[in-house]
Structures are given as C-alpha cells and as structure tokens.
C-alpha cells in the first residue's frame, strides 16, 4: 500500500503545470457572440444587412454557468430563468459587463424567440458549436427610424425595458430605419470553443 504524502502532490501538481504549460492540459471554455440583423421590405428584397457582435453580459456568463450545472446532482442546483426573446432598443451607448440592459427600449418590441429556435449548429471537429437565437420582428411591428440595439432577455413577455439583470447579451447595431411595411429578423449565434 502507497501513501500519499506531500511529496507526491508536489510533483503530481509540477507534472500538471508542464502539462499544462505545453498546451496539453485544456483550462477553460471560451464563448463569443455574433450575428446579423436582416431588414427585408414588403416584397421580401433585403434592404439592409447589419452583422454584429455582442456582449455577453455578467448576467448572461451566470446563465451560461447555471445552464451547465443545473439539475447535477449531489447539489442538484436549479436552472437559471430560461432566455425567452429579444427586445430591441433605440440607444446606441456601449453596454458594459455590469450595466449591459437596454439603454432605451422601444415600446412593444418584445419578441420572443422564432418558432424553431433556439438551436445548436455543430460545426465540426475542432471549430465548435453555436448557440443559434432568432427572432423576427414583422410588418408594422417595432417600426422606429432608430433601431440601435437589440438584447437577448429572460423577461420577453414584459413591454418594458429590461434590467441588466433581465439581459444575457446585449449588441449595439448600425442604426436600421424599420418602415411599417419592413419587417426585421435578428439572427444570433453564441459560439463555443473550448479554450
């Protein structure tokens, strides 16, 4: 029988840290976000494509971490409040990680997600795997000139604005013009990528 002693921690944690060192020990997840926001007018003829990128906020790395533990037991924590929509806002003022909810939301833009969504697009070995949100935004709904933000919340069923605490991700757009005959579809991928 082989006890442990300090010795053999030592070297057990000095084997982990060459491991390591040499890129053979993985230490982390990484996630970005992105994605597109689509203006289409009547006939269905794109008139404005806006790509982004985005913030996840400290709310949303919580509901990323919660999501990855709820339920496992022996704690068996609970989920976190599930993302349900996407509001859209007239600001263009940069979010930052603690004050990331819609600067000026624009009345009645809660939506929530499309029928189908959200979805996981697998995109090979190696390259990772996106998190697929979308919403759409049809005519007459959400018309505004100024359309600069858009958020991926948990309270999408409120006509208010939503509290950092209510946002998961936040992007600020180059200004869309909707018009009343437009309609908007927001396409957004969280990609991870083991780090």
């Given at each position: 029988?082989?006890?442990?002693?300090?010795?053999?921690?030592?070297?057990?944690?000095?084997?982990?840290?060459?491991d390591?060192?040499?890129?053979?020990?993985?230490?982390?997840i990484?996630?970005?976000?992105?994605?597109?926001?689509?203006?289409r007018?009547?006939?269905?003829?794109?008139?404005?494509?806006?790509?982004?990128?985005?913030?996840?906020?400290?709310?949303?790395?919580?509901?990323?971490?919660?999501?990855?533990?709820?339920?496992?037991?022996?704690?068996?924590?609970?989920?976190?409040?599930?993302?349900?929509?996407?509001?859209?806002?007239?600001?263009?003022?940069?979010?930052?990680?603690?004050?990331?909810?819609?600067?000026?939301?624009?009345?009645?833009?809660?939506?929530?997600?499309?029928?189908?969504?959200?979805?996981?697009?697998?995109?090979?070995?190696?390259?990772?795997?996106?998190?697929?949100?979308?919403?759409?935004?049809?005519?007459?709904?959400?018309?505004?000139?100024?359309?600069?933000?858009?958020?991926?919340?948990?309270?999408?069923?409120s006509?208010?604005?939503?509290?950092?605490a209510?946002?998961?991700?936040?992007?600020?757009?180059?200004?869309?013009?909707k018009?009343?005959?437009?309609?908007?579809?927001?396409?957004?991928?969280?990609?991870?990528?083991?780090?």
């Open positions: 029988m082989h006890l442990i002693t300090l010795a053999d921690e030592r070297i057990d944690a000095l084997h982990a840290a060459f390591a060192a040499r890129g053979l020990v993985p230490d982390g990484g996630m970005v976000g992105y994605g597109v926001a689509e203006l007018d009547g006939d269905g003829r794109i008139k404005q494509l806006v790509p982004f990128h985005n913030l996840i906020t400290d709310a949303g790395d919580l509901y990323i971490a919660g999501k990855i533990i709820a339920a496992i037991a022996p704690a068996s924590p609970s989920a976190p409040t599930a993302a349900n929509g996407m509001k859209l806002g007239t600001a263009s003022t940069a979010a930052t990680k603690t004050d990331a909810g819609l600067a000026t939301y624009l009345t009645a833009s809660n939506a929530a997600f499309d029928a189908t969504y959200p979805q996981t697009a697998n995109l090979g070995a190696g390259l990772g795997v996106n998190a697929v949100y979308r919403t759409t935004w049809a005519a007459g709904v959400a018309t505004s000139s100024t359309i600069n933000e858009v958020a991926i919340v948990n309270d999408q069923a006509n208010l604005d939503s509290s950092a209510n946002t998961y991700s936040r992007a600020v757009l180059t200004t869309v013009n018009t009343a005959s437009d309609s908007l579809a927001v396409t957004w991928n969280w990609k991870a990528l083991g780090a």
